[in-house]
């Protein structure tokens, strides 16, 4: 199985500051059809997961656009412009090139 | 609006079996693969199993092979999950989603595995 590592774990960041959340992953995630299948999600507390960014970069429906994804082969990240309290939550980077899917440990974010 | 409404979770004896049923609305339905991901009390994330539009390709995750079974049926709009012999590691939130790479979840349904 493709194992999927986030770091860090936890972070609390200060409204309107920058935040970043690294994956890794232990095969590269690039398909031979070009496409890197790479997913970010956030759960917010007492919600399921809802969908922030698919294929690495691409941002899902009305998801802000401080919220941002790069990196490519086995490293990723995903990047908050300027926190804001609805950011809250639990993030999770998922891999569907090979199954089992698997998702990282979850990073959590808090608000100071 | 994607809707997905899930549904039959509860408490049952290890060995029992439980269904699952999501019901989806606000998309076309047999167009989308399915999938179930569950999460079990404080933990991450683990996905369970996918479908695919009609049905002829199904996955699952080793812990749930020759357990579980995920069907679909597009007449109803409808994604099950079929759980036998279950154990107390199975106790999660089920959720149901949309796509292979879900994209909707629903709102998840709790099972409970304890004697």
């Known amino acids: 199985d493709i194992v999927m590592t986030q770091t860090p774990l936890s972070l609390s960041v200060t409204p309107g500051q920058p935040a970043s959340i690294s994956c890794k992953s232990s095969?590269?995630?690039?398909?031979?059809?070009?496409?890197?299948?790479l997913y970010w999600y956030l759960q917010k507390p007492g919600q399921p997961p809802q969908l922030l960014i698919y294929?690495?970069?691409n941002r899902f429906s009305g998801v802000p656009d401080r919220f941002s994804g790069s990196g490519s082969g086995t490293d990723f990240t995903l990047k908050i412009s300027r926190v804001e309290a609805e950011d809250v939550g639990v993030y999770y980077c998922?891999?569907?090139?090979?199954?089992?899917?698997?998702f990282g440990q979850g990073t959590k974010l808090e608000i100071k | 609006e994607v809707q997905l409404v899930e549904s039959g979770g509860g408490l049952v004896q290890p060995g029992g079996s439980l269904r699952l049923s999501c019901a989806a609305s606000?998309?076309?339905?047999?167009?989308?693969?399915m999938s179930w991901v569950r999460q079990a009390p404080g933990k991450g994330l683990e996905w369970v199993a996918n479908?695919?539009?009609?049905?002829?390709?199904?996955y699952y995750v080793d812990s749930v092979k020759g357990r579980f079974t995920i069907s679909r049926d597009n007449a109803k709009n409808s994604l099950y999950l079929q759980m036998n012999s279950l154990r107390a590691e199975d106790t999660a939130v089920y959720y149901c989603?949309?796509?292979?790479?879900?994209?909707?979840w629903g709102q998840g349904t709790l099972v409970t595995v304890s004697s």
């Open positions: 998922m891999q569907s090139i090979q199954l089992p899917y698997t």
């Open positions: 479908i695919k539009q009609d049905g002829s390709e199904k």
């Open positions: 294929e690495v970069s």
């Open positions: 989603a949309r796509c292979w790479y879900p994209d909707y």
């Open positions: 606000g998309f076309t339905f047999s167009s989308y693969w």
């Open positions: 095969q590269s995630l690039l398909h031979s059809d070009g496409k890197t299948y």
